[in-house]
Every structure is written in structure tokens, then in C-alpha cells.
């Protein structure tokens, strides 16, 4: 686990200054990085979520933070439909061994408590399948500066509306509603595009300790496993922060700008 150009004027008086390439440097990073792997048939990946963006919401630097959403499927092997003949809670009981009432009482209280949080979870109408296309566009948002509202979109589309995320039409039309080109999603869907992007992301988890999601990775410093509270994922990013390694400043040596050379 994680431990944490020359110019063409002869006489160069055009140039940059040092200190105006320190500003494009600094500019150009993000002052700090994080990483979260989940899946998007994930119930606490999406509860985590929610608990994370109120922590940003009071994090004084959420500026200068970039997040990106890394591929983890729970289920590799899953089927694109299951049976819907059989109950949410009948088949965390076959899953994991307990009685189909306690899988139940377990699925009510998740309710509960995501509904603190501001989600609807609907779990009759939910529809169990393989989340592996829909990672694809995923990383297809990442590409177009969209991949937050398009885990976001997902999300909800599964958990609260009852879609279907591994029929491709269903994808296309979640995508477009938050601005991905319906043309290009098909044509991503209907080829094998992003898809070693997504086993590459999986492979990372594995090489980095993670075995469940969510996980919170910090500027590849230190991760937080788990939906944990609001509070708990303010003082991890307070953390990282006060953390951070030092960007450093260009190598400096003789140079022009505005006032000559």
C-alpha cells in the first residue's frame, strides 16, 4: 500500500523573463493530485464520492487540486444483464452467504445512509451488469475534460434510475446529456478504444495494494480506503496538502526579456 523556443528578433529582447516562465510552470501543474479507483457498480464508491465534494467544498485550495477517476471493476466476469427475476437482496445473499433478510436489513440501511448524503438509491429497479464499457467512457471524458460528469452521470444512472450500462445505446445517450459527442461514444463503444486504458488502471491498483473501493490516492503519497465521512476526507486532503512535494523552480542562468539583454 501506499506510503504515503529562441526568439527570431536578433536581439532577443522578446524572451521571457525567468520569472515569467516560474508562472507558466506553476500554472501548468496542479498543485496537487488525486487519484480515486472505483467502480461505477460500486454503492460506497458513489456514497464516497458525495462525502468527498462536500469536502472540497470547504477545502481552501480546491483550485488547485485535480481529480481523476481510475478503473475498478468488482466483478470482471460479470454478464452484461442478470437474471432480474432474482431480488437485489437475494443475490447479496447467494453472494456473500447470509440470509436473504439480513441482505435486506443490510441494503435499507445503505439506503439510509446514502440518503443523508443526498442520493436516492433504488435498488429494486437496479440493474446488476459489467461495468466495463461504461469505464471505457470514462476515460473517453478524461480525454474531452469531462470525466467527472461522466462518472457522475453513471452513477446515478445506475443506482437511482435503473439503466442499463452495458447496452450501448443506453451509454451513448447518458454521455451526450453532459456534453460527449454521441458520434464519438459509439464509435469508442463500437471498437476496443480505451479499453487497455481501463486494464491498465486495474493493473496499477493491483501494484499498489488496492483489493477494494473506493480509494483516495494522494499525490501518490499516502490513500484512504473506503467511503469514509466528510470530515475524514477534509483531513486527508489538509494532509496531502501540507505534504506536497515542492514543485522547485526552473533551473535559472542568463536570460532576456522586456528591458533587454
Known amino acids: 500500500m501506499l506510503d504515503g523556443a529562441p526568439s527570431e528578433h536578433p536581439d532577443f529582447a522578446a524572451g521571457p523573463s525567468t520569472e515569467h516562465c516560474r508562472a507558466l510552470i506553476v500554472s501548468a501543474m496542479p498543485a496537487l493530485e488525486l487519484e480515486v479507483w472505483s467502480d461505477i457498480a460500486c454503492p460506497w464508491c458513489y456514497v464516497g464520492k458525495r462525502r468527498l465534494e462536500g469536502a472540497l467544498r470547504q477545502f481552501s485550495h480546491t483550485a488547485e487540486l485535480r481529480v481523476t477517476w481510475r478503473s475498478f471493476e468488482l466483478d470482471t466476469k460479470a454478464p452484461k444483464e442478470q437474471d432480474r427475476t432474482v431480488t437485489h437482496a437475494e443475490r447479496l445473499a447467494r453472494k456473500y452467504g447470509m440470509s436473504v433478510a439480513q441482505a435486506q436489513q443490510a441494503t435499507d440501511n445503505l439506503s439510509a445512509l446514502a440518503q443523508k448524503e443526498g442520493l436516492a438509491f433504488d435498488f429494486v429497479n ?32 445506475y443506482f437511482e434510475q435503473g439503466e ?6 443506453t451509454l451513448v445517450r447518458l454521455v451526450a446529456e453532459v456534453g460527449l459527442d454521441a458520434g464519438e461514444a459509439a464509435d469508442v463503444l463500437a471498437s476496443d478504444a480505451y479499453g487497455a486504458a481501463v486494464r491498465a488502471d486495474e493493473a496499477e491498483a493491483r501494484e499498489l495494494g488496492i483489493s477494494g473501493v473506493p480509494c483516495f490516492v494522494f499525490g501518490r503519497q499516502f490513500a484512504v480506503s473506503g467511503a469514509q465521512s466528510t470530515e475524514v476526507m477534509l483531513k486527508a486532503l489538509e494532509q496531502a496538502w501540507t505534504e506536497r512535494p515542492s514543485q522547485g523552480a526552473p533551473a535559472e542562468g542568463a536570460a532576456c526579456g522586456p528591458e533587454g539583454c
Not at 451488469?129 to 474531452?144: E, M, S
Not at 442499463?164 to 445505446?169: A, F, I
Request: charged share 25%; glycine share 6%.
Open 126 to 157: 437496479l440493474r446488476w451488469t459489467n461495468t466495463f464499457d461504461a469505464h471505457r467512457l470514462v476515460h473517453l471524458g478524461h480525454a474531452r475534460s469531462l470525466q467527472g460528469a461522466v462518472k457522475e452521470r453513471l452513477l446515478k444512472a
Open 164 to 169: 442499463l450500462l452495458s447496452d450501448h445505446e
